[in-house]
């Protein structure tokens, strides 16, 4: 069924590209079938897998299960390198790998060097030219290469604020600390999104996150939010050989569909650190790059895998962007990052996010650029904003229940190809307070090893029913589309 499937993914690459071309006719990417952008290639090396069981077929509108506890049983962590470590890049499924991408396509931008601090080393880069759009000398979001589309880094739409977590599943450590994280783990942060507004986010999982704790993307996937790859290990991807780099992908992609049965389309570089060379290759690995506009720096306050900054300046910058917003300052809406990553960010998300949500339309990143379709498996239909459909689409607001099938045959696709909004808007929207993303350079430091691993408690427990879909009313008017 699975082979099935993905083939059928495959054959939809080019009916999608069709699609959101449509979508797109009036803005930048224009409106012909000779669009500069390829399309993304669906990573066939994953077909094999075998669909894992307690997940959802598609998207999941509720009721979800939100019991306190988890399995802690790994996958078969034989198949995988060691956790955290760094893959071996002749492995031969990597190398596999790497012959589905077209090399030509690669630019030869250079494998980047670390100081010794762990800072990357900038100095004979031109920064004027900026050839490879690197991130991390420029804050570059706009590629050189004609067939790769812009970064998504930002809403296009004022108070739209994309929700987005990084570094997860968030494991259990158990190892007792002042802090006892434990109790803050998986599934701590997506029950408690559940039971606030049934609020949804983009998820940027950690393939050595995702093999030691399947059961919690399981739950992510369940739980509505949108699953993207964050690597497996970490690293700053330009400091990668492009054979490392597909390693890192690889296996990320790899874990995520083994747990919950879906192949992503979307991945976050660890720091932001990435350039074209390495844009191309996650493309033709089927993903497309994801930053963000805002950043609440919340990983580096006290906690598990932290450091020391002050939990009092990360309120600070949320209390200034709800001021600025309530001012009306913002031109644009946000893609925020955050992690969950231990006790601090996740009871920081705790703290703010229900003001948050009183001043912004608080919805996961992916849904404001209405991206519908974040997996490969193409039966996953995701609700997106109503903002940018037509006219048409609002015209049945009232509907208060869609079921899943019904929005898969309704909602258009929009994919996850470059939206016109998007690729209208200055770059220079992504340096806004991003400075604190840059060349943050604690690989090390981030996420911890799980030592141990329990196993506990069945996943059966309560339920919630969600009484209003976070993406609100707007949402069931994008789904309510008469055909
Ligand atoms: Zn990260």
């Known amino acids: 069924m699975y082979f099935s499937l993905i083939s059928a993914a495959l054959v939809l690459v080019s009916g999608d590209f069709v699609s959101a071309q449509s979508a797109t006719a009036s803005g930048a990417v224009g409106a012909s079938s000779t669009s500069p952008y390829l399309p993304q290639t669906s990573p066939a090396y994953l077909s094999n897998i075998t669909k894992p069981s307690g997940v959802v077929d598609s998207y999941n509108f509720g009721p979800y299960n939100t019991s306190a506890t988890l399995s802690h049983e790994p996958l078969n962590l034989k198949n995988y390198p060691k956790p955290w470590g760094k893959p071996d ?82 494991n259990p450590n158990h190892e007792k600390g002042p802090l006892n994280d434990d109790k803050w783990a998986e599934p701590q942060l997506y029950n408690w999104l559940a039971e606030h507004g049934n609020q949804k986010a983009t998820l940027f999982y950690i393939g050595s996150n995702v093999v030691t704790f399947p059961e919690a993307a399981k739950r992510g996937l369940n739980h509505g939010h949108y699953l993207c790859s964050h ?79 002050a939990p009092s300046k990360v309120d600070g910058y949320f209390q200034g962007w709800i001021d600025k917003q309530k001012a009306g300052k913002y031109k644009t809406g946000h893609i925020l990052l955050e992690h969950e990553l231990n006790n601090s960010t996740v009871s920081m998300t705790e703290k703010w996010l229900p003001k948050l949500q009183q ?70 929207q992504a340096s806004e307070n991003v400075d604190a993303g840059k060349n943050n ?7 911890s090893d799980v030592k141990n691993l329990d196993s506990d408690s069945s996943d059966a427990g309560s339920l919630v029913m969600p009484t209003m879909l976070t993406l609100g009313a707007a949402a069931f008017a994008s789904m309510a589309i008469v055909n």
Not at 90 to 101: G, R
Not at 135 to 148: A, E, F, G, H, I
Not at 441 to 447: K, S
């Open 89 to 170: 890049p002749k492995h031969p499924e990597v190398q596999a790998a790497m012959k589905t991408i077209n090399w030509d396509k690669v630019p030869k931008a250079p494998t980047r060097k670390g100081k010794s601090n762990g800072d990357l080393i900038t100095d004979n880069y031109d920064e004027d030219k900026d050839p490879y759009c690197w991130w991390s000398d420029t804050n570059c979001v706009k590629p050189k290469v004609s067939y790769l589309p812009e970064d998504i880094y930002m809403c296009p739409n004022v108070g739209d604020w994309g929700l987005t977590y990084d570094d997860g599943p968030f």
């Open 359 to 428: 001043v912004f339309n608080v919805v996961p990143a992916l849904a404001c650029q209405n991206i519908t379709h974040p997996y490969w498996e193409e039966q996953f239909v995701y609700p997106t904003e109503a903002h940018n459909t037509t006219k048409s689409h609002n015209s049945n607001s009232s509907q208060s229940q869609v079921s899943a099938s019904g929005a898969a045959s309704s909602v258009h696709a929009a994919s996850i190809q470059p939206s016109a909004q998007a690729s209208a808007q200055p770059s220079s």
């Open 231 to 309: 690597t497996w290990s970490h690293p700053q991807m330009t400091t990668m050989s492009n054979e490392e780099a597909v390693a890192e992908f690889y296996w990320t992609l790899k874990a995520i569909k083994e747990a919950t049965g879906v192949t992503v389309k979307c991945w976050r570089p660890p720091y932001g650190d990435v350039d074209d060379r390495i844009r191309s290759i996650a493309w033709q690995m089927g993903m497309r790059t994801v930053l963000w506009n805002l950043d609440t720096n919340d990983w580096d306050m006290p906690g598990d895998g932290g450091g020391d900054l």
């Open 441 to 447: 350079n604690n690989a090390a430091a981030q996420g």
